[in-house]
């Protein structure tokens, strides 16, 4: 059902309700606000209400006598037999509606007209979003966890934007603090002449062969400056992953507007500043020869330990000096897309806020910033569980998945590499959508690489192309189908999936809401669905011009939801499989 649809029969149910309460002299000190949901059944109609349930027990009613009522006095609004074709009491007294054909059909219309905006909401020019995700510690290539966030975090952003939001993407690299000594030891340890297993190979060091390549790359490079300055190794290996991660994140689609380096809230002097700032106000104490934050005055289990006795400051804190320029720069709205092993830091981070906030006359909510944490990816290829990328050394890389996944191989000319990449890349952006990010995930290489309907994606796409082809096949223009007699859809096939169209700018708005990019996944793949049945049922190339015209319409509009669908998770829409 069309937002429009149902903010008309939710109008025209408060003033049936009125005209009830009017004429039985029924006080109604508070406004009554319909609801309407899906029926469980599409049997039962296209939408139902429960209102006389809901207040006949305080209007001294009988439900099913109270429904009868409002059905009565909705049957006198003119409007009304524009948008319903009946009505009918169930059960106890719920009200169900089936939809005139005018009002289901004119999702077709709607679709063919406003095309890549279709479902989207105008912006206000001032809501504005931050949605932080990926911010990989730049001490390795991007993991499939990276992967995950990538995917979510984009698809957050992209829904965000659907809901008129202005989104901003941010990546914040860790590039302080212990892993990056460890790197540095590392890669100094290859320029040695050591490798992993040798007795000398430092405990805390990374493993895998990346290290001898940036290695190799330092010696070669002119900021070489020897193999012992450690500082100079340092520098260049931290800016030799960013850029190896930049190029993983391009492989995988994934732009961001901003880089924030974890480095420059110590040069800058944030760090300091917060940590001054919260002992200002009595929010820290000394204690065992460490600074504590009082994490427990804003819920937390116990206190936190902020500043170490050896002087170094625990990893929370320049977080909060991060979350506190999210704050100054103006974004009231913060989403955090992070691994499920961040969640102690929740609380830590969002009292430190607090304080900061206490101290600079800041009106900061406490749930500040909003997370969405997910939960691992096992990775499974040729049936066997795949723990270890021998680049990586101990994990599996975005970028294996991607080749992987769009069997990639050193035999393939150029062209054929970027059409398999591309095929890897939407199968690893579908995939990793598909769940709620609360739940572990099982990523099966081998399905992500069949073509057929149990690949998820091939079977989105593969109706999407599958339109393309018929269209193709006609041959005729948009604007005959913008003049198509959409009153001749009226089959049980057409019904459904019109209904399913009906009902994407409301999955979207629900999505956006609730950071469910898995909802978007699940619309198309039901959208997918019930074009196939509605193929298989209803021929669409037939004799019948008028009718061949409408059920063309019907699924040029279904072929832009999906393209739509999968823009909005990064995922491409073929026009030939």
């Known amino acids: 059902m069309l937002l429009n649809h149902k903010t008309q029969l939710i109008e025209l149910l408060r003033r049936a309700l009125s005209a009830v309460a009017n004429s039985r002299g029924i006080a109604q000190d508070v406004p009554i606000e319909p609801r309407l949901e899906r029926p469980k059944s599409v049997d039962h109609g296209d939408v139902a209400c429960n209102i006389a349930l809901q207040i006949a027990k305080a209007w001294k009613m009988n439900p099913r006598e109270l429904a009868q ?65 990926v ?40 590039d302080a603090g212990v892993q990056i000594t460890n790197l540095a030891a590392s890669v100094h340890a290859r320029l040695s002449g050591l490798k992993p297993g040798d ?23 002119p900021e070489c400056k020897g193999a012992d300055d450690l500082a100079a190794i340092q520098q260049f290996a931290v800016a030799y992953l960013r850029n190896e991660q930049d190029i993983d994140l391009r492989t995988f689609g994934v732009q961001f507007d901003c880089y924030y380096l974890e480095s420059s809230l110590y040069t800058d002097g944030s760090v300091a500043q917060i940590v ?72 830590r981070v969002r009292s430190g806020l607090q304080g900061v906030a206490q101290k600079r006359g800041w009106i900061i909510p406490a ?139 409301e999955m979207l708005t629900t999505a956006a809401a609730e950071l469910s990019p898995h909802a978007v996944a699940f619309y198309l793949r039901d959208l997918a669905g019930d074009f196939h049945t509605f193929y298989n049922a209803d021929r669409v190339l037939v004799d019948d011009a008028n009718l061949k015209l409408a059920r063309l319409a019907l699924l040029s509009a279904s072929r832009q939801v999906i393209e739509n669908g999968l823009a909005l998770l990064g995922v491409s829409a073929p026009r030939k499989m």
């Open 367 to 505: 749930d500040y910033p909003d997370y969405v944490l997910h939960k691992m990816v096992t990775v499974m290829r040729h049936g066997q569980e795949v723990k270890i990328s021998k680049r990586a050394g101990s994990y599996v890389t975005v970028r294996d998945l991607v080749e992987w996944s769009g069997g990639v191989t050193e035999s393939m000319n150029v062209e054929e590499r970027e059409l398999a990449l591309q095929r890897g890349r939407d199968a690893v952006r579908f995939f990793l959508i598909s769940r709620k990010a609360d739940t572990e995930f099982v990523f099966d290489v081998d399905l992500a690489l069949q073509q057929n309907d149990e690949n998820p994606v091939f079977y989105v796409q593969y109706a999407h192309a599958r339109i393309c082809s018929i269209l193709q096949q006609w041959s005729g223009t948009d604007a005959e189908l913008l003049n198509a007699n959409l009153s001749l859809l009226d089959s049980k096939a057409s019904d459904h999936l019109l209904r399913r169209l009906a009902e994407y700018p």
């Open 69 to 133: 009522a409002i059905v009565d006095s909705l049957g006198s609004d003119p409007s009304y037999a524009r948008l319903i074709a009946s009505s009918e009491i169930a059960g106890p007294g719920f009200i169900n509606f089936r939809l005139s054909n005018a009002a289901k059909t004119e999702v077709v219309a709607a679709v063919l007209d406003q095309k890549k905006t279709f479902g989207k909401r105008a912006g206000d020019g001032v809501s504005r979003a931050m949605v932080e995700f």
């Open 135 to 174: 911010s990989a510690n730049p001490t390795g290539p991007l993991h499939v966890g990276h992967g995950r966030q990538a995917a979510l975090g984009d698809a957050i952003a992209n829904l965000l934007d659907t809901q008129g939001i202005s989104v901003h993407r941010e990546f914040y690299y860790n």
């Open 199 to 221: 007795a000398s190979w430092p405990e805390q060091a990374y493993n895998g062969d990346y290290i001898a390549e940036i290695a190799e790359a330092y010696k070669a490079s």
């Open 276 to 347: 001054a700032d919260l002992g200002s106000v009595g929010k820290t104490y000394e204690a065992d020869g460490a600074l504590w934050l009082r994490t427990t005055e804003d819920g937390d289990d116990k206190d936190r330990v902020m500043r170490k006795s050896d002087g170094t400051y625990t990893y929370f804190v320049p977080d909060v000096a991060y979350h506190a320029s999210k704050w100054q720069r103006g974004f009231t709205k913060v989403i955090n897309v992070q691994g499920s092993d961040h969640h102690g830091t929740i609380a």
